[in-house]
Nanobody, 126 residues
Framework: QVQLVESGGGLVQAGGSLRLSCTAS????????LGWFRQAPGKEREFVAC????????SYADSVKGRFTISTDNAKNTGYLQMNSLKPEDTAVYYC???????????????????WGQGTQVTVSS
């Protein structure tokens, strides 16, 4: 079972940027399918972005499209979420997750992810 650890969260003003990292450990294989999700207080966990095993497919929630970029670095067994032009409504705990499916289209469904990180808080002030 892979362990995922997120980092890079924090407090930022609206319009600012943050880069979240998700480092995998516990096995020698690279991250397969990576997803980022977020959960704001009182709300359900929601999809943010995904990337498939070879990086050929990415997908974003409409609310972050054009502002966020997901990527992976196999050499470091780490995934990233670059977040630009942050808005107060982006405030949430952000979670990375791994799906063990080798698919051509990355997975948006939360139920298809097998391993989860502990989450990192992102707070955007107005």
């Amino acid at each position: 079972q892979v362990q995922l650890v997120e980092s890079g969260g924090g407090l930022v003003q609206a319009g600012g940027s943050l880069r979240l990292s998700c480092t995998a450990s516990g096995r020698t294989l690279n991250i397969i399918g990576l997803g980022w999700f977020r959960q704001a207080p009182g709300k359900e966990r929601e999809f943010v972005a995904c990337i498939n095993w070879n990086g050929a497919s990415t997908s974003y929630a409409d609310s972050v499209k054009g502002r966020f970029t997901i990527s992976t670095d196999n050499a470091k067994n780490t995934g990233y979420l670059q977040m630009n032009s942050l808005k107060p409504e982006d405030t949430a705990v952000y979670y990375c997750a791994e799906s063990r499916l080798y698919v051509s289209t990355c997975i948006r469904a939360i139920g298809e992810y097998d391993s989860w990180g502990q989450g990192t808080q992102v707070t955007v002030s107005s």
